[in-house]
């Protein structure tokens, strides 16, 4: 019975702990002198599905509806690489959030990882990240403007690093079927 | 023209727009251009060419922008991740 009491005692003392924490370094922070930590913004799940909706129109309207419909059926965007319209014999594979995929297409061997970010200094809601889209978008301009130039500013890696390779070859098998379809390549739409 | 650029939890906003051909507003767009690109953005504009093909091209000068261009799009620099 003690036990179980003074078991209950911590347990509301850790809780209350964690629930005032935010109060109390403010409040330390006053009496310091110093100026308390702003509060991080509240996270908006409405502002950020209107910001993805906002970002997936501009997206639409730049790259075309078949690589549109591309990610909005897969959840990323495959982009021929190379310059200049011969294909080079290999491609990209654009990620929300996750590094660029160098691949072969046909062959399903994985090239590289480009690790990128594209961090918007303002952090205009308390977050210097882009809604999905937008970073797609960003991705899919640097890359088909000036491969060699984003190419040079990611940091490179080997297959594996950041992103399961069989994953990126189930992407891949997954593009080639729908790519032959021109049809959704399963119903599990990543990004619908 | 407009010039738009990609902010966080917000999606793209307009940030200037006006015809390159109305002195006036060339000049806002030139002030606007070179604001945001000294703040640290890059700027694009997305293309299409005779075969449908679609593209961007990077641009660091108003002058680099083609006249006929709808939009160009500001967004934060890459940085390796």
Redesign the interface.
Known sequence: MAASLAFAGLLFAVLAGQALAPGARRRAARLRGGRPAPAAPDFDPGRERRAEQRARELLRSCVGEREWAMYRDLGFISVAGGIGPRPAGYAYLIYPHRPIVAYVPGERRLLSEYCVRFPDGERPYGSDRLPDADDVLAKWLALTADERCLVGEANMHLPGRQIDPDAVRGDITRLERWEGAGLPADANVRAA | MRL?R???????IVVAEGDVEVSEDEQRLIETFRRELDS?L?A?V?L?DK????????VRDFSEVPRDAERV?F???????
């Open positions: 738009l990609m902010k966080p939890g917000h999606g793209e640290g890059w694009a997305p299409q075969s449908g093909r679609r593209r961007a091209t990077m799009i967004f934060p620099r890459a940085a390796g991740g």
